[in-house]
């Protein structure tokens, strides 16, 4: 079982950057998407954004885009969420996980880290 940390998250004002940052224990053949959700207090978990490590392909949520960027970095066996502009709205409890299918879909995805929160003021 590959074991996910995410850190980074903290309390930022309404316009400001995060980057999160997802180290994974090991690399194995079944991540083959590693993807970025979150879910805020009485909310369904949503998709975020995700990269195909192999190939580092992204893509991300209409809600983000243009505003966030994932990025990999091989010999750490990390993966990188870049928050610019954030809003209230952004604010989450942000998670790491991988599959082994390109999908949005959480239940696609076996292995979760434990969180990290991000709070966005007005």
């Known amino acids: 079982q590959v074991q996910l940390v995410e850190s980074g998250g903290g309390l930022v004002q309404a316009g400001g950057s995060l980057r999160l940052s997802c180290a994974a224990s090991r690399r194995t053949a079944s991540m083959y998407t590693m993807g970025w959700f979150r879910q805020a207090p009485g909310q369904e978990r949503e998709f975020v954004g995700l990269?195909?490590?192999?190939?580092?392909?992204?893509y991300y949520a209409e809600s983000v885009k243009g505003r966030f960027t994932i990025s990999r970095d091989n010999a750490k066996n990390t993966v990188y969420l870049q928050m610019n502009s954030l809003k209230p709205e952004d604010t989450a409890v942000y998670y790491c996980a991988t599959a082994t299918i390109m999908s949005m879909s959480p239940p696609d995805f076996r292995s979760w880290g434990q969180g990290t929160q991000v709070t966005v003021s007005s």
């Open positions: 990269i195909i490590w192999s190939a580092g392909i992204t």
